[in-house]
Every structure is written in C-alpha cells, then in structure tokens.
C-alpha cells in the first residue's frame, strides 16, 4: 500500500515569498490533517479535512494560510507572505473515518525562511 | 480543549535500562490515546495505541495501558536497546471531529 505522499522534501525562500506544499493521501482516506512541527517541539494541528470539507482551522493563520482539498483527494497547504517563524516541518496526515483509527503520516516538508 | 502532557526530555539511558515515559492527558468523552515514534531522519509512525480504559497497547517490547481515572498512559520497555533511541510523542485522538493532538515529544538516547 502506498504511503502518504508529499513534496517537495525540502523548501528554502526568503520571508515575504509565498510557498505551497502538496499532500496525497493514502487512497479511499477520509480525513487529512496537515500539522505544523517547529523543531524540539510536537506537531500543531493547523487544519483538518473530512472530505473535502474543514471540520478544524482554528490554529490555522488565516491572514497568511490557506489550504484547500479538492475533490476530496490530494490538499495543498500555502503560505503567502511568509515569515522567519514559519520555519518548520509541515506534516501531513490521513486516516480511515472513525475515533479508532491510525494516522499515517508523510515524510513532511521542512521550510527554511531566511 | 483537548491537551496532552508528556515528561520532558531529553531522556538518557544504557543499554538494557528499564524506560518510563510519562503521559496524561485532558479530554472530553472518552479519546483514543497513542504512541508514535520519529526515528532519526524518518518520519512519524505508530507504536501502539489503546482505544477505551484499561486497554494495554504493546508492540516491539513498548508498552501503554489507558487509565482512565488518572487520566494517563505511560510507556513503558523493560530493557531499552540502542535502536530504541528517537522522539516519542503521546497523542489523543477525540472530539466530535476525532482530532488528533500530540504532546511536546520526549527525545530517548540509549548508550551501550
């Protein structure tokens, strides 16, 4: 079975650029979180998608955040300004529906911003 | 809302040393509560989980028992080996949305 999939691995760019990074769940996956993981720290949910709908966004930066799952499938997470303190790893997350569930996670994107 | 609280680290150990890592947690209703590892350079992968009270999750030696009324679930391996030293991180997974919340991490360093 295919993991979950994202790219690219690595990310540099300087603050005030935009950046996007693309997730691609594990197949017939429901739900699909992307988590922010500053280093030495745990990861932080930002959003989480059923479907193609968001059930969570709360930690979510909307002034400089977006992201969007169409069609249920594959999500993209961007940042647009960006900034120093968005250097991180952005981690993507897919599981079956349900409490019980694992979630498997994606090699993730570590973002350097200088 | 829902949080996690796991021992801080970092954690340093021979080799064949009983390990405990502690965790509680605070959470409506009632959570599905796991353990994940991050091996150096890898991503996040499960080690156990337990899913209602008095469960007890075990895999590779590691085991968590889900305590309901100290609201905790320990890790615990008798006898830590080299390959064991990574970051582990105490998770819940609940809510009416079954979101999945991580504590900070406890970074493991075993020594022959």
């Known amino acids: 079975e295919a993991g979950v999939a994202q790219s690219p691995r690595y990310k540099i760019i300087e603050k005030r650029q935009s950046v996007a990074f693309w997730c691609n769940p594990i197949?017939?996956?429901?739900?699909l979180y992307w988590y922010q993981q500053i280093l030495g720290q745990g990861p932080k949910l930002l959003i989480q998608f059923q479907n193609n709908g968001v059930v969570d966004d709360s930690q979510l930066p909307k002034d400089r955040f977006s992201a969007e799952r169409l069609k249920g499938v594959d999500s993209t997470l961007k940042i647009q300004p960006a900034k120093l303190e968005d250097s991180a790893v952005y981690l993507c997350?897919?599981?079956?529906?349900?409490?019980?569930?694992?979630?498997?996670f994606g090699q993730g994107t570590r973002l350097t911003v200088v | 809302g829902d949080s996690v609280t796991q021992m801080e680290g970092p954690v340093t150990l021979s080799e064949e040393a009983f390990l405990t890592i502690n965790c509680t947690y605070t959470a409506t209703g009632y959570p599905s509560l796991f353990w994940y590892v991050q091996y150096p350079g890898e991503g996040l992968q499960l080690l156990l989980k337990a899913t209602k009270a008095d469960d007890k999750g075990s895999n590779k030696g590691f085991e968590a028992t889900y305590r309901k009324e100290t609201t905790s679930f320990h890790l615990e391996k008798g006898s830590v080996q080299v390959s064991d030293s990574a970051v582990y991180f105490c998770a819940l997974r609940g809510g009416s949305n079954y979101k999945l919340t991580f504590g900070k991490g406890t970074l493991l360093t075993v020594n022959p």
């Open positions: 997350a897919s599981t079956l529906q349900g409490p019980n569930t694992e979630a498997f």
């Open positions: 197949s017939g996956h429901a739900t």
